[in-house]
């Protein structure tokens, strides 16, 4: 049994039967779920209430940027179906963060309110192209910085991106990274990934792994071992 489990599956799926499917043969005890926006449009908060059922931690992966009355009430909405963890763009300004800070704290619910700061498919032209003159660097430390300040528990980050973070924001700050990917593993569309335990090392909390597992013959044999790798 392992006590916090650091492995976020991400649930890729179209459909929700796919997603139910594929659930069953994991075990709540080894691993988290991520679900995004693609099977939350399809699915509905049914579906996340029914993984919660089944006693897994879901991370609501709809990154919310909006005005901030608006953002606020979906962090609400989102708080108060129960999941582990929701996000919010960093871009959307302090104001907005606070609001969703705000908004978990009216659901009676205490989840983890994160927020990406620049997404990792962005370069340095396509971030000058929208306005940053800066760095990607500067502009991933300087939007984790302010996630901070406005009261939130993390971000989602780059493996690469995490042990600058870490130094930076401090020990409690929550780190989630994607990219990841087991030695044997194929790259799928990932350019620059990491292993679990490098990027553990590294400076991340939570890892979010998808096809690794989703794609694998056994699931569940697969999240063992990741699991064994990073003890
Ligand atoms: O299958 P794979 O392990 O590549 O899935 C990674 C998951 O993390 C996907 O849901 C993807 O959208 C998400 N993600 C990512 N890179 C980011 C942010 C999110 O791969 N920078």
């Given amino acids: 049994m392992i006590h916090n489990p650091k492995i976020v599956i991400a649930l890729d799926y179209a459909n929700p039967q796919d997603a139910i499917n594929f659930v069953e043969k994991l075990d709540p005890k080894l691993c988290r779920l991520k679900v995004g ?51 919010v763009h960093a871009s959307g300004g302090a104001a907005m963060m606070e609001a969703a800070r705000e908004g978990v704290e009216r659901s009676g619910q205490n989840p983890l309110l994160i927020a990406v700061t620049v997404l990792t498919s962005m370069n340095q032209k396509m971030l000058n192209e929208v ?71 590294l400076g991340a909390s939570y890892l979010v792994i998808g096809r690794p597992i989703t794609q694998s013959a056994t699931p569940l044999e697969t999240l063992i071992k990741i699991n064994q790798e990073i003890m």
Wanted: hydrophobic share 45%; aromatic share 6%.
């Fill in 131 to 201: 306005g940053v003159a800066g760095s990607v660097a500067d502009q991933v430390l300087s939007l984790a910085q302010l996630t901070k300040k406005s009261g939130l528990n993390g971000v989602v980050c780059s493996a690469q991106e995490a042990s600058v973070l870490r130094y930076a924001l401090g020990k409690e700050f929550c780190l989630v990274t994607p990219g990841i990917r087991p030695l044997d593993a194929s790259l799928d569309d990932q350019s620059r990934v990491v292993t679990p335990k490098k990027a553990l090392e």
């Fill in 37 to 87: 926006k693609e099977l939350f449009t399809a699915a509905g908060p049914q579906l996340i209430e029914k993984l919660i059922s089944k006693d897994f931690s879901v991370f609501l992966d709809l990154k919310f940027h909006d005005i901030p009355t608006t953002v606020s009430k979906a962090c609400e909405a989102a708080s108060r179906l129960g999941v582990w963890m929701l996000n």
